[in-house]
Each structure stands twice: as C-alpha cells, then as structure tokens.
C-alpha cells in the first residue's frame, strides 16, 4: 500500500508540470540560496552566439547550477529526463557493456545525435561513454533537435548534444558511498586559468539485471542447450580525469580521460534440455565478460578576430574478456575465440580520430552576416589481435573526412530574418575504396510575434556516413555489410517559443523522414545470435510542449510532453517490410525543486508510455512503460560543506530499458551519500 502510494504522488507531480533540475531561491540574506535562471544564450544551433528565443530550433540548455541540483553524477544521468530524448542502460548507473552503450535517442532516431564535447566530436564509430563523463566537470549541455548536418556533418540526423566542460577549476575534495557497494571519491584543484580534476564511481554486484531464453545450437541446427538464464553484474567503474588550461585569452586547451569497466557474469537457472554427455544443470554459469573502455580526447581551442578553430585529437581502446563455461560441456563451436581447449572469449579494438574544424564570422551591415568554414577529420578503426588470432589476422581500415560549410542570416526587417545553409561533405582514401559524399542543405525563418515570442520554421537535410565498425566488423557474433550506403533525411519543424513572467514555454510540431537508416539486424538462427548492419527506411511526426514556472518561495516547476509515432521498415527483407512501430509514442517528464536557506532539493521524472519492444525479425510488441525518478536533497552548514543524498528508482520499479527485444532491467531503488568540502 505505501508503495502504491507513492507511486500515485510521484504520478500526480509529473502531470501537475514538473521537471526539476532548475533552481529557484529569494531574499538577499548570506543564508539564502541565490535564484537561477536558464542560460539565455545557445552556441550550438547556429555556431555563433544567439538568444535561444531568436533561436529558430527546439532548443534546451540545462546549466551547472540545474545539473548540480539534480544530484546527477554524470552525463547520461544528465540527459536521462530531457523531454523529447529515450534512456537506455545496460547496468546499474548507465553502465555499458563494450560496445553496446547507452546512445542518446532524440525523437525516436536510435544512436543518430552527434555529441559533442566543446563543440568537437568525440564518439568512437558512433559510440560514447556519457555515464563515465563525471557531472562534476560540465558547465552547461546544450540540446538541438532536429537535422544539424548542414552546419556540424555526419551523424547529426536527429539532433546535436553540445557539452561545455567547466574552465579554470575550485578546490575540493568530495567522498561518498551507497547501497549496492557504491563508491565516489573525486578531488578537483585550480583557478581561473587552470583546473585539474579526477573522479571515479564504483558499484558492488547487483542481481538479474537481465534474463533471457537459452537456446543453443550448432551448425547443423543440432540442439544443444535449452532453458533459461540471468545476468548479474559487478566491479563497475566510471573513472573521469580532467585538465583544462587557458594558454591566453585567445588560446585554451582541453584534456579528457575517461574508463569505464564492468564483468557480467551469466548463470543458467534453468534446463530443458542438454545433451546427455553434458550433464549441465541449472545454477551453473554460463560465461562471464569483462568489458572495459579507455578514451583519451585533447583539445586546442582559438578564438579571436572573428576566427574560431578548434584542433582534437581522440583515441579509444575497447576490450572484452573472459571464459565461455558452457562451451567445451557441449562442443559447441564459436569461431575465432578459442583460447585453449576450454573456450575463451577475448576482443579488442582500438578508434582513433584527429581533425581540424575552421569558421570565419563576416558582418554587413546591421542585418547580413556570414558564417563559412571548412573540418577535416581522419578516422582509423583497428580490430586488435587476440590471444585466438596472428597479428596479420587483425583488421584496419582509415579514411579522411573532408567539409565545407556556409550558413547566410538576413534580417529582413526588425520581425523577421531568414537562415539559409549548405554543406559539402566527401571522404577521401578509404582502405577498400568505399568513399561517399552528399550534398545537404537547410531553411530556417524566425517571425518575432513581440519581444517575449516568436514563430519559426525550420526544413533542414541530414545524412550520415556508414562507420567502419558497420561495414567491416567480424567477429563470432558479426557479419561485414561493405555495400552499406549512408543514410539521408529530411526534418520539417514548425515552432513557437514564448518568455512571459514567470513561464518558459515551447512548443513543435515536427515531420522526419530517413532513406538507408542504418540499424543492426539479428538473425538468432543459432544460440548466440549473428547480427549484420542493413539499410532500413525510417519516419516519424510528433509534436512536443514543455513549460519552465518560476514560483514563489523557493520553488520552481518545469513539465514536459511528447507525442510520436517513430516507425521504420526494412526494404527488401520480407521479414520486415512494413512500417513497424519503435521506441514509446508518449512521453511525459516532470519534476520540482526547492531552494531555501541552506537546504536544496529536487524530484524529477521521466514516463514514457505506449511502449513497444523492436526486435529485428519479428513484429514490435507492447511493453510496459518506464517510469525513471530521482530526488536529491542537499545541505550547506557553511561555505566550506556540502552534504547530498540522492535517491534513484524510488518506487523501486523492475522496468526494462532496452528497446530492441532485449531486456535489461533498471536497477532496484538506490541511494548515495555525498559530502564535498571546498577549501
């Protein structure tokens, strides 16, 4: 009954309008928290400086003071209740496993938001590790939805998430701990020129984050193994080193350390049957993985003169490792992972990707200007040996990615002004000789209704080059696609943005369409199911409307509602070729916070319903909703202290947080303790 009950009030907060990262406070006296408001600029849309009112895109800025208050430790926990955007997670806290990542999904498109880090990518083969990027170094994370192809290239189909990592740096040492053998340790040093900061997170085991059917084959389709099994995880480590350094004010440097590492172990609870030799019975382990990632991002940024150049430099090695139990018990084969007699599992790859992104700003008059400019980036893919595999068994593929951009703004007259860009992008030496090019282009046009609201409307291209990883992969569960061909779309979004007292109100209505949508496909003919990357044919129409409320005493209020219809098809396979539902039709988020004296606080949600599982052979099938919350509670005795609990999954709901037809569980209701002293 309790837990129905407060299921019912977190319930009823969410549809009262309430999403709380954002801070409010009042009075003048020491003891007072000081009042918040949103970041009034946005960088990311438009590559220059411009109010997120004449902004003519969905835009959100969630600022350090909102993310502070949330009591989020990273950047998916972050990002994990934006309205418009799909959480998934693969373990306790947003862990990965390998190269299965929990990817942001803005409006229904799987894995196709650039992220960027300082306005520079930083995604390995679309890939990225937010929940290992510390909350703790993030100034502010900037959110465009929609096409941002034309002005930043690949894999900006569906929207661009900008995080802009603190400068300079305070001096503090911060420890806490929690249930499930949680862990936070972190220690930051600076001043405004410099700042040196590292932090690591740490969970103990946690039970049946997952289950599933166990069905194992041979070649021959010769059963070997059927029942029923669960994965428990353990050893989970977010680690997070950060140096920043402002050289001069035209010259700043970034440098980035990220780890994240995880063993899942899987158990058979379940037996239906096994070969008679076998002798498997339930509660045996099945196999155990250790995965672990390691990502080195630096960054050189000059601004000055109307020039902006940045210069980066990525690196990540991802690796997995571990005994296959089940195997040598019955003879089945998995090619290319023997260590020995006994079976043993073992991958490595290493990504790396360097570049150089130039824009130059021109002014005509009071009503024209100019952006144009030019990146240049080289990425390279290696699939490592193994102990299974000789060196010259071991995969490498490179190739340079070239663009020139210009975007024209005309002010046509003090309501209205028009944006119009284009964007030439082509690869150039390609190992295989697979090189691709496109052409995009975009509209936008802003009508200013008063001073606190206007009107716009936005038709912007997109594509999306095909990564190596997709093309070339192979591995025991992989099979290559190199006829891959990339993707292309098309997004249409009428918007209307309001300021007025004490509310920030949004609302879009928003039409995409993607051609050659790249998608993983599974075909689970055998027990451990081989997947290869097709070109699939995607849509969706949707409208979302959102409300910031700035109370009184303390209080402040923020809701946000989505409604979509994402579907795609797969043209060609007869398995698949109708339009098929993914993902959640609504979504609904909210929160509240409370700022007074020297005690914070903020609840906050995400629902979303009308849900449907994915699977890639087989038709979408309904799905409980979700249900993600968070309260974090925060109290400052003095300058020096800082005491914070967070509470996550605090009706302890078992949801799923995948969307493909696998299932991963959240985790059952946690807490961590926090204490931060500055000195």
């Not at 003048?28 to 009042?35: G, L, N, S, T």
């Not at 992969?473 to 290559?480: F, I, Q, V």
Request: with cysteine; proline share 3%.
């Amino acid at each position: 009954m309790k837990k129905q009950l407060l299921q019912t009030a977190v319930i009823t907060a969410i549809l009262s309008g309430v999403n709380g990262i954002v801070s409010a406070g009042g009075g003048q006296d020491a003891d007072v928290m000081p009042v918040y408001t949103l970041d009034d600029v946005i960088v990311t849309a438009q590559r220059v400086e411009t109010k997120e009112l004449d902004t003519p895109a969905s835009t959100t800025v969630i600022t350090r003071e909102e993310i502070a208050q949330s009591g989020a430790k990273s950047a998916a926990d972050v990002l994990s209740k934006v309205n418009g955007l799909t959480y998934k997670t693969f373990g306790p806290g947003g862990a990965s496993m390998g190269t299965m990542t929990n990817e942001v999904n803005i409006r229904g498109v799987e894995g196709d938001a650039l992220i960027l880090v300082n306005g520079n990518p930083v995604a390995w083969r679309g890939k990225y590790n937010l929940d290992a990027m510390a909350a703790e170094n993030i100034e502010r994370i900037e959110i465009v939805k929609g096409s941002g192809s034309v002005l930043y290239g690949s894999e900006a189909m569906s929207g661009v998430v900008n995080i802009i990592t603190k400068k300079g740096g305070e001096n503090s040492v911060t420890v806490g701990a929690g249930n499930f053998g949680q862990r936070a340790y972190g220690v930051s040093v600076g001043n405004e020129r410099f700042g040196l900061s590292y932090h690591v997170k740490r969970w103990g085991e946690v039970g049946r984050i997952s289950a599933s059917d166990l069905k194992l084959t041979n070649d021959s389709g010769t059963k070997l193994l059927f029942g029923e099994n669960h994965t428990d995880v353990d050893k989970v480590k977010k680690e997070d080193l950060a140096l920043n350094y402002r050289i001069s004010p035209s010259w700043d440097m970034v440098y980035h350390y990220y780890n994240t590492e995880a063993r899942y172990k899987r158990f058979i609870d379940r037996v239906d049957y096994t070969l008679p030799t076998a002798r498997i019975k339930s509660g045996e382990p099945y196999n155990t993985r250790m995965y672990e990632t390691d990502q080195h991002t630096m960054q050189l940024h000059y601004k000055a003169h109307d020039w902006k150049v940045d210069l980066y430099f990525n690196t990540t090695e991802s690796k997995g490792d571990g005994p296959t139990y089940i195997s040598q018990r019955t003879g089945r084969r998995t090619t290319g992972t023997q260590k020995t007699s006994a079976n043993w599992y073992q991958s490595r790859e290493r990504n790396r990707s360097y570049g150089v992104d130039a824009q130059h700003d021109w002014k005509f008059g009071e009503k024209s200007s100019l952006i144009a400019g030019m990146s240049l980036a080289r990425e390279d893919y290696r699939k490592l040996a193994t102990i299974s595999t000789a060196e010259k068994d071991t995969l490498h593929y490179a190739r340079n990615n070239w663009g020139l951009f210009a975007q024209w703004t005309q002010k046509f007259d003090e309501r209205n002004t028009g944006v119009f860009g284009m964007r030439e992008t082509w690869t150039t030496g390609e190992s295989n000789g697979s090189n691709f090019s496109n052409f995009s282009m975009a509209g936008q046009f802003l009508h200013k209704l008063d001073k606190e609201s206007s009107l716009y409307l936005n038709i912007a291209q997109s594509f999306k080059m095909p990564t190596f990883s997709q093309m070339y992969n192979l591995n025991d569960r992989a099979t290559p696609n190199p006829g891959l061909k990339p993707q292309t779309g098309v997004n249409y979004e009428i918007g209307w943005k309001k300021d007025h007292g004490a509310h920030r109100l949004r609302a879009a209505l928003f039409h995409m369409r993607i051609k050659d949508n790249i998608t993983a496909s599974v075909d689970k003919k055998t027990g451990s199911a081989v997947y290869t990357y097709v070109n699939e044919d995607f849509r969706n129409t949707g409208v979302e409307l959102s409300d910031t409320i700035t109370g009184k005493h303390g209080f402040t209020y923020n809701w946000g509602l989505t409604w979509q219809n994402p579907v795609s098809r797969k043209s060609g396979d007869a398995s698949k070729s109708y339009w098929d539902r993914k993902f959640g039709k609504i979504q609904l988020t909210g929160g509240i916070s409370y700022a007074h004296g020297k005690w914070t606080s903020a609840l906050s949600a995400s629902y979303l319903a009308d849900r449907v599982q994915t699977p890639s052979k087989e038709h979408s099938y309904a799905c409980k909703p979700y249900l993600l919350t968070s309260w974090n509670t925060t109290y400052r005795p003095d300058e020096h202290s800082e005491l914070s609990l967070l509470i996550d999954n605090l009706l302890d709901r078992e949801d799923n947080l995948g969307h493909s037809g696998s299932v991963y569980w959240s985790t059952p209701v946690n807490y961590m303790l926090n204490y931060t002293y500055r000195f």
